[in-house]
């Protein structure tokens, strides 16, 4: 597993002031106190490629050992070229390697997963490795609801039949799916529309659905107590922290739990160390939060079961769990995942503002002259993009 996220962020506390909002209604109403905003040499392609070259070296694995490169994503750069061949150009993959991008709202990224494991039961993967790559960046009009719960991110993932990390069950998952208006962003916008009270009912229907279809497929024996104490813990996907605890007090009530908030710090809490300190970065938040859980849980988790519920607006969700190797939390905490996150920069209210403006034109920004490094974006020339390596 790979994480990048931008090295700028923006204190919810401050945004809550500068919006004349009370902080409390963005820090424990909704949950998070800091989000990323990436500056204009930072895009959907350089948190990509952040993320997977720490996939790789975490794991000591060279580019030739991967044989699908996938990116999940809604907020990709083109609307023909994959973000995922812009990375497999920075990273050096192979040319035998099949590459595309995946989209459904924030699911994008679990469907990429779920067909890598897919290729990788069915033998065609002969010993390669699958890289999924979940990145975006979130974006609300400035002053709309939304806006608190934007961020930005990228996760990474190896996909083997040896995994170090979290061993998949096979045909344990619960799919939902519901054509739904909740969330959207027509191809003439850069900003995401949302209606969201709406979103949040829709995001519960698909849990309740996805929650049942998985439990019938697990096809367990009844046992005494709730089903979802069959798990170590629970890694929702988070849009902000509350939707996760609203996510697991609706559970709980499922399960016929009369105090469903009881067990939130227990199975919840460290999915969500992480995620309050980034925000929202849809294909990838779920999957932050399952790197959350591996290196801030304090009890050893393995051979432990995690519940993952990946949710995508308009709508897609799964339920499905798998196994925590042993070392795994260890492997994760190396990562320096926490550490990273106190070294960015915060960026005052108006800094963020004169980012958020100057992203709009982005895409048509031209290419600096200075050549730069580690994967950055330099602008456009010949309507062609150009990155750094
Ligand atoms: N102190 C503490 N808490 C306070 C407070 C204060 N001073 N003032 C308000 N609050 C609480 C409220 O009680 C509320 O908590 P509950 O939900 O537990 O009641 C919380 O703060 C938020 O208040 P509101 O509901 O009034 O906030 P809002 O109407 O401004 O908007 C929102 C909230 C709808 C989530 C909005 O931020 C939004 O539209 N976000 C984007 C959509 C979204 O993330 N949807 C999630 C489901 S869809 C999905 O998951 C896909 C995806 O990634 C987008």
Known sequence: MGVAVPDTYVELADLAMARGVAPGKYVEGLGVTRMGVPL??????????????????????SPEDVGLLVVGTETAVDHSKPVA?????????????????????????????QMALDWVRSGSAKGRKALIVCSDIA????????????????????????????????????????????????????????DGHYSVQCYLDALEGAYRAYQESAAEPAGEGAYSDRFAALVYHVPYGKMSRKAHRHLRTLDGDTAPDASFDRLVGNSLVLPSQVGNIYTGSMYLALASLLSTASQDLTGQRVGLFSYG????????????????????????LEARLTRRRALSIPEYEDVMRARE?????????????????????????????
């Open 40 to 61: 204009v040499n930072e895009d959907t392609v350089t948190l990509a490629a952040r993320a997977a070259r720490m996939a790789l070296e975490s794991a000591g694995c």
């Open 139 to 194: 974006r609300y009009g400035v002053g709309t609801p939304g806006e608190p719960t934007q961020g930005a991110g990228a996760v990474a993932m190896l996909v083997s039949d040896t995994p170090a990390l979290l061993a998949l069950e096979a045909g344990k998952t619960g799919v939902y799916s519901k054509d739904v208006m909740d969330f959207w962003r027509p191809l003439y916008s850069k900003d995401a529309l949302v």
């Open 361 to 389: 034109h982005l895409d048509e920004r031209p290419a600096a002259d200075a050549a730069g490094s580690g994967f950055r974006y330099q602008g456009t020339r010949d309507h062609k993009r150009i990155y750094a390596t």
């Open 313 to 336: 607006s308009g709508s897609c969700a799964e339920f499905f769990s798998g196994v925590v190797q042993a070392g795994a939390q260890e492997r994760v905490k190396a990562l320096g």
């Open 85 to 113: 061949s812009y990375v497999q150009g920075l990273l050096g993959l192979p040319t035998r390697c099949r590459i595309f991008e995946t989209k459904h709202a924030c699911y994008g990224g679990t469907a990429a997963l």
